[in-house]
């Protein structure tokens, strides 16, 4: 296979986890937030809507996503699809 054929399939699968991680994050940050709101009279000396602690962990869920698909996805692409399907 070459490099232009691997390049394009890898992309195509870290895209797929990527969407998926936004989707994710679209989902349960509102919902984190409404927790948060409910949760309010046991949080101490904190509130609940910090946007930075909101920012740091969608920042933070978003880089590890990207690394933990960018690895397999790298990986799946160096594989001839004729030899995998012969292994299996």
Do not use: N
């Not at 699968?13 to 994050?25: D, E, P, V």
């Not at 933990?68 to 594989?79: D, I, N």
């Amino acid at each position: 296979m070459e490099e232009r054929q691997r390049r394009k399939e890898r992309w195509q699968r870290f895209s797929y986890s990527l969407r998926l991680t936004l989707a994710g994050i679209g989902i349960c940050l509102p919902c984190a937030l409404l927790a948060g709101t409910l949760l309010r009279r046991l949080l101490y000396d904190t509130h609940p809507m910090d946007p930075l602690m909101c920012s740091l962990a969608v920042i933070v869920m978003f880089v590890v996503s990207a690394i933990a698909s960018y690895l397999p996805a790298r990986r799946a692409a160096s594989v001839d699809p004729m030899q995998a399907l012969r292994t299996e």
